[in-house]
């Protein structure tokens, strides 16, 4: 949860006034499809959700809450492929640490996900900044090496996405970059050694929260801004990356406050028309006044010739 004033949130928000809120909600090139309110009131660790990775059918998923659980299912589709409920078939599983030991509370923050061709998950913490590999779910954790960096991270603010690129190389860059005029770094592990090769321009008040590559290679950012009462707002970039270079850009998602709830996860896939689609889901801090939300767009085909 973003950890700004208050009051200040409100006071901003209101001097912008109403014509102001109108002009921050560019206009999308992704269509809004669904949003799909997700509960499960009977259990306890339901929330909290800050990862999200669907397979190539649109309907097997794999999420962990920053609470440090795992869980799997399928999602409902009708024959529109619109989203029509949430059967798990895994999970809650709780995370293990090196040693096969539950994870401690301290250690448990997980934020970003990134699934493995074989099925296994990789994960990011922010509470204590490093990469860990599950092999099973309920398997003991591998901890990647964990560069000198990592340890000089902000708590609560570091490893918040995690990616994983069709080669196999892992990418994960913090929320926050540790000034409002300093680029978020994107740190990349490759044959087990992390670099940090280029990095991701930061722009307002957006934090980086979740990535995922796409079906075409491209490199999706997801980001939020938070306005106090007003809500959260919801950011989507997408970016080329060619060796050591990191190129692009384009705003593909940004939404007006509280158009959805405080969105964190991203899974981007190919349906069976073609086209892609942007899942995402959103991490309700397990209050009472956020909800769980699965939210889904899909990008235009792109126009021949370009």
């Avoid at 529109?80 to 895994?90: E, R, Y």
């Avoid at 970003?112 to 990469?131: I, M």
């Avoid at 075409?216 to 970016?239: H, P």
């Avoid at 990191?246 to 991203?266: A, R, W």
Wanted: charge should be neutral.
């Amino acid at each position: 949860m973003p950890r700004r004033s208050f009051l200040a949130l409100v006071a901003g928000a209101l001097a912008l006034g109403l014509a102001g809120l109108s002009a921050t909600a560019a206009q999308p090139r992704a269509q809004f499809l669904q949003s799909y309110h997700w509960r499960m009131p009977d259990q306890s660790l339901f929330g909290g959700f800050s990862g999200f990775e669907i397979g190539p059918n649109g309907r097997n998923f794999v999420t962990q809450s920053d609470r440090a659980t795992l869980w799997r299912g399928q999602i409902q589709r009708d024959e529109k492929s619109a989203i029509t409920g949430i059967d798990l078939t895994s999970g809650p599983t709780k995370l293990h640490n090196l040693k096969g030991a539950l994870m401690p509370h301290r250690f448990a923050d997980s934020e970003g996900l990134a699934l493995a061709p074989d099925g296994s998950v990789y994960l990011s913490f922010e509470g204590e900044a490093r990469v860990a590999h599950f092999a099973t779910d309920g398997g003991p954790a591998h901890d990647l090496p964990r560069p000198l960096a990592f340890k000089q991270m902000q708590r609560n603010s570091s490893l918040e996405a995690l990616a994983i690129a069709p080669d196999g190389t892992l990418y994960t860059m913090p929320e926050r970059s540790g000034a409002l005029n300093k680029p978020f770094p994107v740190w990349r592990c490759r044959d087990g050694k992390w670099s940090q090769p280029f990095a991701i321009p930061r722009s307002g008040d957006w934090l980086l929260v979740g990535a995922d590559f796409g079906p075409d290679g491209r490199l999706y950012v997801l980001e939020r801004d938070f306005w106090g009462l007003l809500g959260f707002l919801t950011r989507v970039q997408v970016f080329d990356i060619t060796g050591d270079t990191l190129s692009g850009g384009d705003v593909l998602i940004q939404t007006g406050p509280g158009k959805h709830d405080n969105l964190e996860g991203i899974s981007v896939w190919q349906d069976s028309t073609g086209a892609i689609r942007l899942t995402m889901i959103s991490d309700d801090n397990f209050r009472v006044f956020q909800r769980t939300e699965i939210v889904e767009y899909r990008l235009p085909p792109t126009p021949k010739g370009d």
